[in-house]
């Protein structure tokens, strides 16, 4: 009787720490996914921003864009008219392995579908310009 109290609590206390160890993961994931959705939407604001300041300084001031210039007008339009099919997509609710079958089936076959701010590589850029160049009020490096 004893044996099998031990062995069943031994049972439990390994499955505890099963399911301990995966909600430790889930929530690693979790944490993960917002951090690079809200990075995106942060690096889209800066482009929208941006990008405003562009055409009113073209619409009054008599300024020329830039060959890069246009270029980033036209990116920060191609993000926010993609943005509007990404979100329905993330929103829908589907299993998260659903998601990362569809997400993975887009970026195979239609790699510009998702907005740049929310590609691994402009958000890669992002974090070491922020790790080379000092933040305002950083005295630090100078």
């Not at 942060?42 to 020329?64: E, G, P, R």
């Not at 830039?66 to 997509?89: G, M, N, S």
Request: charged share 25%; net charge positive; proline share 4%.
């Amino acid at each position: 009787l004893f044996r099998s109290l031990k062995e069943e609590s031994g049972d439990l206390n390994s499955s505890l720490r099963r399911l301990l160890s995966q909600v430790k993961r889930g929530w690693e994931r979790t944490k993960s996914g917002l951090e690079f959705y809200s990075s995106g939407l942060q690096l889209l604001w800066q482009d929208i921003q941006y990008a405003c300041n562009l055409v009113s300084k073209a619409a009054f001031s008599n300024y020329t864009l830039r060959a890069w210039e246009v270029r980033t007008l036209q990116r920060t339009v191609k993000d926010l008219l993609t943005l509007i099919p990404f979100l329905i997509i993330l929103i829908i609710p589907l299993s998260p392995v659903g998601h990362v079958l569809v997400f993975s089936f887009f970026q195979k076959n239609f790699p510009e579908f998702f907005p740049s701010s929310f590609t691994e590589q402009r958000q890669n850029v992002t974090k070491i310009y922020r790790d080379i160049v000092p933040e305002d009020g950083d005295d630090s490096g100078r």
